[in-house]
């Protein structure tokens, strides 16, 4: 069982940056790729980015290319998203999630979700 938490969310404006944070407890989130996704208003919940259990692979989908980063620290069981650039459609709930395979765009396959931090980025 883990359990995830995510952090760092708020109000930003377009062009600004934000750094959220997912910190896991239970089992080691080494043992798990981590992954990103978003649903803004009236949208469903979309892929941003995932990273490899050991950190040596990430994959971004194409709107976020060149503006966020994923990384992880698996000595203190936490993946951070450093969300540069930032734009009003960017604005949505931002989840983690732990997948026990590999870094995958289906959400489906992801058995561990946080509870979510909301992002606003005004223009």
């Known amino acids: 069982q883990v359990q995830l938490v995510e952090s760092g969310g708020g109000l930003a404006q377009a062009g600004g940056s934000l750094r959220l944070s997912c910190a896991a407890s239970?089992?080691?989130?080494?043992?798990?790729?981590m992954g990103w996704f978003r649903q803004a208003p009236g949208k469903q919940r979309e892929f941003v980015c995932g990273?490899?259990?050991?950190?040596?692979?990430?994959y971004y989908t194409d709107s976020v290319k060149g503006r966020f980063t994923i990384s992880r620290d698996n000595a203190k069981n936490t993946v951070h998203l450093q969300m540069n650039s930032l734009k009003p459609e960017d604005t949505a709930v931002y989840y983690c999630?732990?997948?026990?395979?590999?870094?995958?765009?289906?959400?489906?396959?992801?058995?561990?979700w946080g509870q979510g931090t909301q992002v606003t980025v005004s223009s």
């Open positions: 999630a732990a997948d026990p395979t590999d870094i995958a765009t289906n959400q489906g396959l992801y058995i561990y």
């Open positions: 990273i490899s259990r050991s950190g040596g692979h990430t």
């Open positions: 239970g089992r080691t989130s080494s043992t798990y790729a």
